[in-house]
């Protein structure tokens, strides 16, 4: 089992950027494939990135390409959202997720194949 906790949301212009970090507890984080989703106010949740267990495999949706980066690190048991280039409709509430077969799976953009979340954090972009 893991518990996720993020960090680092607030509010930004547009253009701007922030840096998400979501902590896990436990020893296993490793053998955790993680995800980032976001859900703005009557929205679904939605796919924004994801990482491998060991970091060598990545995914985004492709309305956060080339703009944001996750990165993890195993020893710290943190996962990272880097976002630049930040616009108005990025505004939500940003959650980490964890699961151990979604990257195998190929079912990374799915919130129903995580099985933990954290409690989530504000990103807020002023135009």
């Known amino acids: 089992q893991v518990q996720l906790v993020e960090s680092g949301g607030g509010l930004v212009q547009a253009g701007g950027s922030l840096s998400l970090s979501c902590a896990a507890s436990g020893r296993t984080f490793s053998t955790y494939d993680m995800g980032w989703f976001r859900q703005a106010p009557g929205k679904e949740r939605e796919f924004v990135a994801a990482i491998s267990r060991s970091g060598d495999s990545t995914y985004y949706a492709d309305s956060v390409k080339g703009r944001f980066t996750i990165s993890r690190d195993n020893v710290k048991n943190t996962v990272y959202l880097q976002m630049n280039s930040l616009k108005p409709e990025d505004t939500a509430v940003y959650y980490c997720?964890?699961?151990?077969?979604?990257?195998?799976?190929?079912?990374?953009?799915?919130?129903?194949?995580?099985?933990?979340w954290g409690q989530g954090t504000q990103v807020t972009v002023s135009s």
């Open positions: 997720a964890a699961d151990r077969w979604v990257m195998r799976r190929a079912t990374m953009v799915r919130p129903s194949e995580y099985n933990y």
